[in-house]
């Protein structure tokens, strides 16, 4: 079975400040990962994923993620947070063992304040 | 990247009807899948929509509740069938090539309310 979990359901940050949205997995075999975003009314847009390569990976909108294996994380950062980064943000994964479909974790609510 | 186009991006239907969502790719693709999303939670699959063959269905979610249609590699439509108000929900497209180190791409969601 596979699994991701967001263990927050909320982040709330200072505009300017780094941003975290903790990830963390469990998967049978390599994971495939990825972290979407989405904004009101709108469906989910795809920001960065982990395949193979280096740990730290960059992203759209200055986001980037770092995989840790022993750790089975996969956080997603921002250095200096928006205000317009407010949304809902999904990781996901996939199961390679089940027609690759995806997973999603049950989201964080990202609010960033001026 | 694909364009995914889904409509209608919201409605209101009366409780016993049916509502057909569809969804238009700007590329062929190999997979298509359908997402319900209710209010403040997770994506949940409903169903793998396959060219040329019957859908796959998640457990919880059946063909005559959800029936899809996918024509061909560009197309795909999810009926909600005979609508109660634990229907509303938003219902995601989503479209994937056939390689798992890809990312997928969704519509916009349709923003369904059954009243």
């Known amino acids: 079975a596979q699994s991701v979990a967001q263990p927050e359901d909320q982040v709330n940050v200072a505009e300017g400040n780094p941003l975290t949205v903790k990830c963390t997995y469990s998967v049978s075999g390599n994971p495939y990962l990825f972290w979407y975003v989405q904004y009101p009314n709108r469906g989910l847009q795809f920001l960065l994923k982990?395949?193979?390569?280096?740990?730290l990976v960059k992203g759209s909108y200055g986001f980037e993620a770092e995989f840790n294996k022993s750790q089975t994380s996969f956080h997603l950062k921002k250095p200096s947070a928006l205000v317009s980064d407010s949304a809902l943000y999904f990781c996901?994964?996939?199961?390679?063992?089940?027609?690759?479909?995806?997973?999603f974790g049950a989201g964080t609510t990202v609010t960033v304040r001026a | 990247s694909a364009v995914i186009s889904q409509k209608p991006s919201r409605d209101i239907c009366q409780r016993g009807t049916s509502l057909t969502i569809q969804c238009q790719v700007d590329?062929?693709?190999?997979?298509m899948f359908w997402y319900r999303q209710q209010p403040g939670q997770s994506l949940t699959l409903i169903a793998t929509a396959n060219q040329g063959s019957e859908a796959t269905y998640e457990s919880g979610f059946v063909i005559d509740k959800f029936p899809i249609s996918r024509p061909n590699l560009t197309f795909s439509t999810l009926t909600v069938s005979n609508m109660s108000p634990e229907d509303s929900s938003i219902y995601l497209c989503?479209?994937?090539?056939?390689?798992?180190?890809?990312?997928?791409?969704f519509g916009q969601g349709t923003r369904l309310t059954v009243v």
């Open positions: 996901a994964v996939r199961d390679l063992r089940n027609d690759y479909k995806l997973s």
């Open positions: 989503s479209a994937d090539r056939d390689t798992a180190n890809t990312e997928a791409f």
């Open positions: 590329s062929q693709v190999t997979m």
């Open positions: 982990y395949i193979t390569g280096d740990n």
